[in-house]
């Protein structure tokens, strides 16, 4: 017989003592969590017994009106950037569980948080499986409604007034379904080197998979039949496809604040992101990262930079494929290798194979260069502004960035500074850190100095006519010039978009007239007569802004070869080359202006916006005060307007 010693005994207590409090912890637990949770006073329906007082919530439409109430959560979105909402339903634990084990919980970085949303239900069955899974994973939002596809727009609204009301700190909302696959580092990615940059300039935003010249559904046996007394127009606005979107905090607001004024629709992405978005000032994005329906159509997405897949995104995805199509989506890369390298001495940049280089090609003389693929920036954009600076310009740069840059500036403009090669290993070597950090610089592969200009300035124009298409406008510049685009893009809209039905091919800017050719050989500007041999120049576009359309550039690249090199790039492009083609001078009052006082002497639009757009040749020590200036201060007396 074997004898248990007083130690063994002690052992065995402390051990039953450990899981006699582990199991009351686990049910006192969870008679807690279904005390808090549950309420069961209506027969046959879960409803919230909340923490604390319900908060009330009101969806009111212009024929239709809903209360809801939700509980408030405690500390949930501290620190992060995004909350992904997963809309589910009642029964779906299938699904909501093939969410969860695979990308919902998968390393995903930590300042995204993802929770599904729930109404409720009539079935008790349904009600007291859904409270123990509340109860286990604590990772669902309950609203106090009936869930029904029909009342989808009412989960948005719960789930736009939750993100509103308790995580305003983050920046974004990704609203998804419980059928779709999302790939949360490869999204952080985007928001850090794409969203986050859009956001800076315009931050009411929808990015998704946009829905164009889109018919409502006439056929009355259809889950997407529109009801003509609801929606009578014959298409329906550009609209956000529902199964993912991102939104952004400052948006979700004014979305919430128009429902009075449209009618109840049950097609939410419809609702939300056609009708109710196109009553306010939110822009749509085509992200590329949303809309595809299987790991073939990922596959056949263009790349950032070559790099990082767009997929972010598979909707409509069967529960036995959850896992598969989330491992091939995460783990597979379907872009080539060519992205930056700089392994060749004193910096350089190694492009893609052939449909990098280009040829600035003159009368005289014959230059190759290359630049690296950036398919993709340019979507959605109308206006492209590159500005010039030279590798050394470290500090004017971030003046640049600093002022006028990424200051709220309208979603439908793109700045990006434009670098050629330098021989300093040390420029070079920061110049890249300058590029890593902020994402902001195009490079191409030659010498970077004054006399070559020209190269530069072609550079631009072939980046912009190759990568960029899309957008209507070019606007040239210098990293010692300001340019306030919130004017900028008014001007656009209300001059420079109705000269363009006229006419396509438009140089605008501060026109030089009768300037004769500098014969000092001293002189920067020297031009020696061989190269120009006229007493006075053709008129031309001075050269430190001008806005260029999509039409002219090309027609400029394209006869470089009947003229001789001229190192001073305005006379050459805005002048020789133009004189050449059918491209028109606007003279604009938006450029040309050497300081804030001459600009504060500008006329201004019907007396109400101040024409100045642009101020040149800026000192650093005044691109900040000179900028605030321009940009608070309106010339245009009593009269004016701010554009903010």
């Not at 993912?244 to 992405?269: C, H, N």
């Not at 979507?379 to 500090?395: G, H, N, T, W």
């Not at 006519?465 to 990293?479: I, R, S």
Request: hydrophobic share 35%; glycine share 4%; net charge positive.
């Amino acid at each position: 017989m074997k004898v248990i010693t007083p130690v063994s005994t002690t052992a065995i207590t402390i051990i039953n003592n450990k899981l006699l409090k582990i199991f009351c912890l686990v049910v006192i637990g969870s008679l807690l969590c279904t005390y808090l949770y549950a309420d069961y006073t209506v027969p046959h329906v879960l409803q919230m017994r909340m923490l604390s007082k319900n908060d009330e919530f009101v969806a009111e439409f212009k024929d239709k009106i809903f209360e809801y109430t939700m509980n408030p959560p405690v500390w949930l979105c501290t620190k992060i950037d995004m909350l992904v909402i997963v809309l589910s339903a009642p029964k779906n634990f299938e699904k909501r569980q093939k969410v969860r084990d695979t990308w919902m919980y998968d390393k995903h970085p930590a300042n995204i948080l993802v929770r599904f949303i729930i109404g409720e239900t009539t079935d008790k069955e349904i009600s007291e499986k859904l409270l123990k899974e509340q109860c286990q994973y604590n990772d669902i939002i309950r609203y106090k409604f009936t869930d029904s596809y029909g009342l989808l727009p009412i989960k948005v609204h719960a789930s736009f007034s939750y993100y509103n009301k308790y995580c305003s700190k983050a920046k974004y909302l990704l609203k998804t379904d419980d059928d779709t696959i999302i790939e949360l580092t490869r999204l952080n990615f985007f928001i850090e080197n794409m969203y986050n940059k859009m956001y800076e300039q315009n931050n009411r935003l929808f990015f998704c998979n946009p829905f164009r010249n889109h018919q409502p559904n006439k056929d009355i046996k259809s889950k997407f039949f529109m009801d003509p007394k609801t929606y009578n127009e014959s298409m329906y606005p550009d609209f956000c496809q529902g199964c993912s979107y991102v939104v952004t905090r400052e948006a979700v607001p004014e979305l919430m604040a128009v429902t009075p004024l449209v009618k109840y629709i049950k097609l939410e992405d419809v609702q939300y992101g056609g009708v109710l978005r196109s009553k306010t000032n939110i822009s749509i994005i085509d992200s590329k990262n949303f809309g595809y329906h299987d790991t073939e159509g990922a596959k056949k997405a263009k790349c950032y930079d070559n790099i990082v897949p767009y997929a972010v995104g598979i909707l409509g995805v069967p529960v036995d494929k959850m896992k598969p199509l989330y491992k091939e989506l995460k783990e597979y890369n379907f872009c080539s290798k060519n992205d930056v390298d700089y392994t060749v001495p004193h910096v350089q940049i190694r492009m893609s194979p052939e449909d990098n280089k280009f040829v600035a090609e003159f009368k005289d003389k014959v230059f190759e260069y290359t630049m690296s693929s950036s398919e993709g920036l340019c979507r959605r954009i109308d206006m492209l502004v590159i500005v010039i600076s030279a590798p050394k310009y470290f500090e004017k740069r971030q003046k640049v960035r600093d002022t006028w840059m990424y200051d709220k500036n309208p979603a439908n403009i793109l700045v990006r500074f434009i670098i050629g090669d330098t021989t300093d290993k040390e420029i070079s070597e920061k110049l890249l850190k300058e590029q890593r950090q902020y994402k902001d610089i195009i490079r191409y592969k030659f010498a970077d100095s004054y006399n070559l200009l020209p190269i530069k300035v072609h550079a631009s124009f072939s980046y912009y006519n190759k990568y960029c298409p899309e957008a209507k406008y070019l606007l040239k510049t210098d990293d010692d010039t300001i340019i306030e685009l919130t004017r900028l893009n008014f001007f656009i809209e209300s001059i420079y978009n109705e000269m363009y039905k006229r006419h396509n091919q438009l140089f605008v800017c501060n026109r030089f007239r009768k300037a004769k050719p500098f014969r000092n050989k001293q002189s920067k500007y020297f031009i020696e007569p061989k190269l120009y041999n006229e007493s006075v120049y053709l008129d031309f576009c001075q050269g430190c802004s001008y806005v260029v359309t999509r039409e002219a550039v090309p027609a400029l690249l394209s006869l470089t070869p009947l003229v001789n090199y001229i190192k001073l790039e305005d006379v050459q492009y805005g002048g020789v080359i133009r004189n050449k083609t059918d491209i028109s001078i606007v003279h604009s009052r938006n450029f040309g202006y050497g300081d804030i006082k001459s600009a504060k002497k500008a006329k201004c639009y019907d007396n109400i916006v101040p024409y100045a757009v642009g101020i040149l040749g800026v000192p650093m020590d005044k691109m900040e005060p000179w900028y605030k200036e321009l940009k608070e201060h309106n010339f245009c007396g009593t009269n004016g307007t701010k554009l903010r």
